[in-house]
């Protein structure tokens, strides 16, 4: 045999194969980020929001948005959609450091310069003392698909995870796959949590053993620690000082478990105080669920220390409902700043 045939051959196999593998992805287009991809009916279909969720802020269907981690991953956009009138995308994502929150937020401001309400996800994401703030989790996050050249968004995609995706999409083109998310990038995640067990969410939320015997503290705004940093504050001040013509900002401290706010009452107190001072001098709107409340002091309404139940987020939602149509019920579980 021929070794030097064999191995032109076997390349060119191999290109060819490269080739057909990589027009496959750009045709197909699992991100909806390529600029001459076929017209399918596409879906978020990745398992990673920070690849999934940038079609999804490009998208003109929606005026407004909700930004956040997990702790706002449950609020329903179909809901505040009904009650408010708009059309609500939810762009929260798991564990999402305030840099990727404000890399969202931006984008979806950039492509919709009309945005009617932006809600943000107040949480621990916000309230870590530290001088320099981290701008990645583990997970990976595609900067190339935060700008707005989709060009150059090709040189990236020819990997695994492209490939992976690519064969999810065609796999829910045809009907064989559900979509990972709805198109307005909601999902109530507690499903994978299986039936809830009181007794496993209450070993959740006390790690440490029994409940304690301390009251759940209210966690007023406060400014007792001026030489505490809040590195990520300065991405927030960024962020509300691109919301200024958006109709309607609320910045919305989350409800957590009390005795988790309990434990480190001053850093929320703290966090909190600078915060609603940010808010005040942009002239935000901010509700406050992070209280002592009926939600905060019952464990039932807990799945752990940070994510409440599906019950507790129709609660938000008709708090965040009330703020932005001026209509409040005096059954509040949260006060106003």
């Known amino acids: 045999m021929d070794c030097t045939k064999f191995l032109k051959t076997l390349l060119a196999s191999l290109g060819v194969l490269v080739i057909l593998v990589y027009g496959l992805i750009l045709l197909v287009d699992p991100y909806q980020n390529v600029p001459f991809s076929l017209p399918l009916d596409r879906a978020p279909i990745s398992t990673n929001q920070r690849f999934t969720y940038p079609a999804l802020a490009r998208n003109p269907s929606f005026n407004s948005v909700i930004i956040g981690s997990s702790t706002v991953r449950l609020l329903n956009p179909k809901n505040l959609d009904t009650s408010i009138g708009a059309r609500f995308a939810n762009l929260a994502m798991n564990s999402a450091t305030a840099y990727e929150q404000k890399r969202m937020h931006?984008?979806?401001?950039?492509?919709?310069?009309?945005?009617?309400?932006?809600?943000?996800?107040i949480d621990d994401s916000w309230c870590r003392r530290e001088a320099a703030y981290k701008k990645y989790t583990f997970r990976a996050f595609p900067e190339w698909m935060f700008n707005d050249n989709s060009w150059d968004d090709l040189l990236y995609m020819f990997n695994d995870k492209a490939l992976e995706n690519t064969v999810r999409l065609l796999e829910y083109v045809v009907g064989r796959r559900a979509a990972k998310y709805e198109t307005n990038g909601y999902r109530n995640f507690t499903v994978d949590f299986g039936v809830y067990d009181p007794r496993v969410a209450r070993?959740?939320?006390?790690?440490?053993?029994?409940p304690p015997t301390r009251r759940i503290?209210?966690?007023a705004p406060d400014s007792q620690h001026p030489d505490w940093e809040f590195a990520a504050h300065d991405l927030l001040s960024t962020m509300l000082a691109a919301s200024t013509g958006v109709k309607g900002t609320v910045m919305l401290f989350a409800p957590l478990h009390g005795d988790y706010l309990a434990r480190s009452e001053a850093l929320y107190r703290e966090c909190k105080g600078r915060i609603v001072m940010l808010g005040q001098g942009y002239g935000v709107q901010m509700i406050d669920f992070m209280i002592e409340s009926e939600i905060t002091s019952s464990d039932e309404k807990?799945?752990?220390?940070?994510?409440?139940?599906?019950?507790?987020?129709?609660?938000?939602?008709?708090?965040?409902?009330?703020?932005?149509?001026?209509?409040?019920?005096?059954?509040?579980?949260?006060?106003?700043?």
């Open 203 to 210: 070993a959740r939320l006390y790690p440490h053993g029994a």
């Open 106 to 121: 931006e984008l979806f401001l950039r492509h919709h310069p009309g945005t009617d309400y932006v809600v943000i996800g």
């Open 302 to 337: 807990f799945w752990d220390p940070l994510h409440f139940r599906d019950g507790v987020a129709r609660i938000v939602e008709d708090g965040i409902a009330d703020v932005l149509t001026g209509t409040f019920d005096e059954q509040r579980h949260y006060v106003t700043y």
């Open 217 to 219: 503290p209210k966690i």
